[in-house]
């Protein structure tokens, strides 16, 4: 049967209009618990910076919310390590960030105190984000009080490969990355470089981080992106090094 | 012109059976005789993708089972509706907003699998089995044979998805659903014994080496040959 054109263009419309607002519907019926399973996400990932990331997964989404908020205190610098007024940190999109000149860029900082007090500084957690071989990476980044010993990172990825560049989300990389120091002797900033290769031993090397075999494009990816954005923290640094 | 393709297999009964046994036919014989994966070669782009482990595996059968259910569902409801010149677009649409959905769903209450899986949950619309049981089946059939030919369907890629994310993540991580085997293993013999994991099952090569083993014991058993 060969139905009129009028019939067909009718049928469409009809098509489109109902498909249409059950699509906006539900986006707007689901769109709020969306934005909060995104913020829970943030919270998780720069919690992992710090915490054992196993003890995360076992913790229920309230937990983490008010362990987050107890024990860590956000702002937002520019690029001269000024404090940047009326901006929440956790609502700073990194990416969209990432894509203005550096010197434009809002750059939060999470500071980690322990639960209650916030003079107690444990940490600061640096949020970087660079390309990786196909697409974006970002992570966290953990200082010590020091602001020069690696307390810990966190890295995840759009899409890298899996089983070589993926692995910069695991455990067994990131750990590689505790205790390094980000400036050199003399104070100059070093960040902390993964070679190419895999299984050396670079314990006795402050900057030097083991590779990942077959996924060198990956690694430097990560050593670029950790310069970048620890260069633009440099002048915030500065500054809480000398108030302290 | 005659573009109609949808095999007319409606068979005028009064009252059959619930679960007749052409009705069960519909869902076993996608299971192995006609198995989407290992018969007709679709959907393998999905089955190498998403397998590298158990649970993200599960996740993808399940939203693939609830796609070829509805959309099944949905264009068979409207089969004598739809205007022949546009039903692919039609099709297309109607799997379009369930993918949708189920991204959704997934964004709001399961927002880990979300973000290890929202590339290949987007990418069921162009499983071919979807619109294959769509173009064969749905558009040709009633709204309940259609429901237990898409379940079949999907239940027949489903079995084999996991199956082979049962070997990878075994060989390729030592673990299932994440529970670590290999460990306990090694640990019954002693502390200088341990069963190492193979890194090329992590890979997609991985997947085509299972997915090819099943095939060839799958077609061996059942002396299925490609005419």
């Known amino acids: 049967m060969q139905q009129s054109n009028t019939y067909i263009i009718t049928f469409s419309v009809i098509l489109t209009v109902v498909l249409g607002f059950l699509l906006s519907g539900t986006s707007q019926l689901l769109g ?41 205190s956000s702002k937002v610098v520019d690029i001269n390590g000024e404090e940047v007024a009326g901006v929440t940190a956790e609502t700073v999109d990194i990416a969209k960030n990432y894509k203005k000149p550096a010197e434009d860029r809002l750059y939060p900082v999470y500071v980690y105190h322990e639960e209650g007090s916030e003079d107690k500084v444990v940490a600061y957690i640096l949020p970087v984000f660079g390309a ?31 089983g070589l560049g993926a692995r910069i989300t ?29 299984g050396k031993d670079y314990s006795s090397d402050p900057h030097k981080v083991d590779g990942m075999s077959g996924a060198t494009l990956t690694a430097k990816g990560v050593n670029e992106m950790l310069k970048n954005y620890l260069s633009s923290y440099l002048p915030y640094l500065e500054k809480v090094k000398g108030e302290s | ?7 007319k297999t409606e068979i005028k009964k009064p009252a059959e059976a619930l679960l007749s046994k052409r009705r069960k036919k519909l869902i076993s014989d996608p299971l192995v005789d006609d198995n989407p994966i290992t018969i007709q070669v679709l959907g393998i782009c999905s089955a190498l993708a998403v397998t590298t482990q158990m649970k993200p595996t599960l996740v993808m059968a399940l939203s693939v089972i ?3 259910v509805m959309s099944n569902l949905t264009i068979s409801i409207m089969r004598n509706t739809i205007p022949t010149r546009v039903r692919i677009i039609v099709q297309l649409a109607v799997v379009a907003t369930l993918v949708t959905l189920v991204n959704e769903i997934l964004k709001a209450f399961a927002y880990d699998m979300y973000k290890e899986l929202s590339v290949f949950v987007g990418l069921i619309i162009t499983n071919c089995i979807v619109m294959g049981r769509l173009e064969a089946f749905a558009m040709g059939n009633k709204p309940y044979d259609s429901i237990l030919d898409g379940f079949g369907s999907a239940l027949g890629y489903s079995w084999i998805i996991l199956a082979v994310a049962f070997f990878r993540e075994l060989w390729g991580s030592g673990t299932i659903f994440g529970v670590p085997v290999f460990e306990t293993i090694s640990s019954w013999f002693g502390e200088d014994f341990s069963l190492a994991t193979n890194s090329l099952m992590v890979s997609p090569v991985g997947a085509f080496i299972i997915l090819g083993l099943i095939i060839w014991v799958q077609r061996t058993k059942t002396g299925y040959v490609e005419h």
């Open chain 1, 32 to 72: 709020p618990i969306q934005k909060e399973a995104e913020a829970l996400d943030n919270k998780k990932q720069i919690l992992g910076a710090v915490m054992d990331v196993e003890k995360i997964a076992t913790m229920k989404p309230k937990e983490i919310k008010a362990y987050y908020e107890s024990t860590i």
């Open chain 1, 132 to 162: 990786g071989l196909w697409d974006s990476i970002w992570g966290y980044l953990a200082l010590k009080t020091d602001l020069n010993t690696i307390e810990g990172v966190t890295f995840s990825h759009a899409g890298e490969t899996p």
């Open chain 1, 170 to 198: 695991t455990l067994d990389i990131q750990q590689r990355y505790q205790g390094k120091e980000i400036f050199g002797e003399s104070g100059e900033l070093m960040a902390v470089v993964m070679q190419k290769g895999e």
């Open chain 2, 66 to 68: 609830f796609v070829i």
């Open chain 2, 1 to 7: 012109m005659s573009t109609e393709t949808a095999e």
